[in-house]
């Protein structure tokens, strides 16, 4: 299985391209990857709202990611955005503009959710304890993780990134002291009230992770002399995984740095694309280990975009291994047509969620329901691979084609209905197709596109973030879903494919955080 992943920051956006290393649950062979200084950070409007040059920035860079990962195979990249978007008041429309110009939804997840992936991230490429805090420092934010072997215990995110702390702070050339203990005194106070959750122990590894954090390793390295120094464990900028350093030598190096102009720092060994950004985005970190007790940090170079692929590609192969052979077949034709995998899973996982919820609310539902359901949620966009217009009833065709093992020819049939009417028209009398069905299989199809609809429409954005909490029926025969996770147009989806929902069931509400 191949996946592309890719971030949208505040300064630059990142793609990576990656397959399933076999044998290995979350492992993964890098194929390709792409950095795109997008710079968002620098086309925000008084209001903060992203503006119409940074659109054109994200669309181009998108839109790139895409190109490439078309070209390797991949059907869709899987983009998470961080804080440029996050806090940007037009944030969720721009995204929603963006899968418009580029087919490419950048889902905006909060400050926390990032720390997490980040923290898994950063445990596929260093060895971490029984206790360890990571600070990833980005262009709008630092995130705070505390967690363990296991992965992440506590998160917090904080606007302290690099890019807005030099808006905010850094304004001579080079620059001054005051400006610098200003911006340490602001680290300071934002953090303080947090510190305990955080604080070093004894025994507590901290890694940081972010491109300051490698370029500060790199310039360390350097500074320590050809060769390195003990435990630099790299020798620049391609190569500081694991590099440890001490509190007190990023504190030297930020001197050194702060006495500089831009151009003097761009010949700095890790540090010639951050010249400008650089002494907040160390006097930050700086400031935050400080507070937090450290001594001695760890870089490491996994973060956002690592954890996500790790992620992905763990959901993915434990969904894999408790498929049955019949359900194996599914997948395998899944693959052979270039569907999405991601959100075919995700739409067959919701689809049974909401499916055991309804029959836990009373509906009448048996195991070929489903078996069914979960066939056809894997396989409702497989049409796709003939052409977009159209791709529902490709898809009914495909199925019925596609010699699914472990399927009597009727239950392929009820499956490939169930894939034309994932979306557009619902059954009718008028679908010659449809009315070929007996009266029992008939009911059964509409009742299964119903929750197929309102499946696909929860992962409108193919984010596969969304879960349901909780499915409860009115005394007027309404229902209310409870979701997480979702983004504005996973909502706007599930709404607008409701109708067969409310045809069926009855009226359906959705309720989101």
């Given at each position: ?11 630059s ?20 990857a ?40 991949v059907?869709?990249?899987h ?56 600070l ?27 890019i ?13 002291r ?20 955080f ?12 491109g ?25 900028p391609e ?12 504190g ?11 151009a ?24 935050a ?24 590609l ?17 997948l ?10 991601s ?11 909401l ?18 359901l ?13 052409a977009?217009?159209?791709h529902?009833k490709?898809?009914?065709?495909l199925?019925?084609?596609a ?24 059954p ?18 509409t ?37 997480s996770?979702v983004t ?20 359906l ?5």
């Amino acid at each position: 299985m191949r996946v592309a992943v890719a971030d949208v920051g505040t300064n630059s956006s990142h793609l990576l391209i990656a397959e399933a290393a076999q044998g290995d649950a979350g492992g993964f062979r890098v194929l390709d990857a792409l950095k795109d200084r997008t710079r968002l950070g620098e086309c925000l409007d008084g209001l903060g709202n992203l503006t119409p040059e940074g659109e054109d920035r994200l669309a181009s860079a998108l839109t790139r990611f895409r190109e490439l990962a078309s070209a390797a195979g991949v059907a869709e990249v899987h983009v998470y955005a961080t804080s440029a978007l996050r806090e940007a008041p037009n944030g969720a429309e721009v995204a929603g503009r963006m899968l418009a110009r580029t087919g490419v939804y950048p889902a905006i997840i909060s400050g926390e959710r990032e720390g997490e992936l980040t923290y898994l991230g950063a445990a596929h490429a260093v060895e971490l304890g029984e206790d360890n805090v990571l600070l990833d420092l980005g262009g709008g934010s630092l995130e705070f993780v505390r967690g363990d072997g296991q992965g992440p215990r506590d998160v917090l995110s904080l606007p302290l990134g690099g890019i807005r702390m030099t808006g905010a702070f850094i304004r001579s050339e080079p620059a001054a002291r005051r400006e610098v203990q200003a911006l340490a005194d602001a680290v300071r106070a934002a953090l303080t009230p947090y510190a305990e959750r955080f604080r070093v122990r004894p025994g507590t590894r901290v890694v940081l992770s972010s491109g300051t954090a490698e370029g500060a390793a790199a310039a360390i390295v350097a500074r320590r002399g050809a060769g390195g120094g003990a435990g630099s464990g790299g020798d620049g900028p391609e190569g500081v995984n694991g590099v440890s350093f001490t509190v007190a030598e990023l504190g030297a190096l930020l001197e050194h740095v702060r006495g500089l102009k831009a151009a003097a720092r761009a010949r700095i060994p890790g540090l010639e694309r951050r010249a400008e950004t650089v002494v907040a985005g160390l006097a930050t970190l700086h400031a935050a280990l400080t507070v937090l007790g450290a001594s001695e940090v760890t870089v490491s170079e996994g973060a956002l975009r690592e954890g996500m692929l790790i992620e992905e590609l763990s959901r993915f192969q434990a969904y894999r291994s408790v498929l049955s052979a019949r359900q194996r077949s599914v997948l395998g034709t899944a693959e052979r047509f270039g569907a999405n995998l991601s959100h075919s899973r995700q739409v067959a996982a919701l689809s049974r969620a909401l499916l055991d919820a309804l029959h836990a609310a009373g509906e009448p539902v048996d195991h070929e329901d489903r078996s069914l359901l979960t066939a056809a949620g894997a396989l409702h966009e497989v049409g796709q691979i003939v052409a977009q217009s159209a791709h529902h009833k490709h898809s009914a065709y495909l199925i019925r084609h596609a010699e699914l093992r472990g399927f009597s020819p009727r239950e392929i049939e009820l499956i490939a209905q169930l894939a034309r009417y994932h979306r557009k028209s619902p059954p009718k009398a008028s679908h010659a197709e449809f009315m070929a069905l007996g009266a029992g299989d008939r009911d059964r199809v509409t009742r299964l596109a119903a929750v197929l609809r309102v499946a696909d429409g929860l992962d409108r954005s193919h984010a596969g973030a969304a879960r349901l909490e909780g499915l409860r029926r009115a005394a007027d025969g309404s229902w209310e879903l409870s979701v997480s996770g979702v983004t504005p147009l996973d909502l706007a989806g599930a709404r607008d494919k409701a109708d067969l929902w409310a045809r069926v069931f009855g009226p359906l509400t959705l309720r989101a955080p």
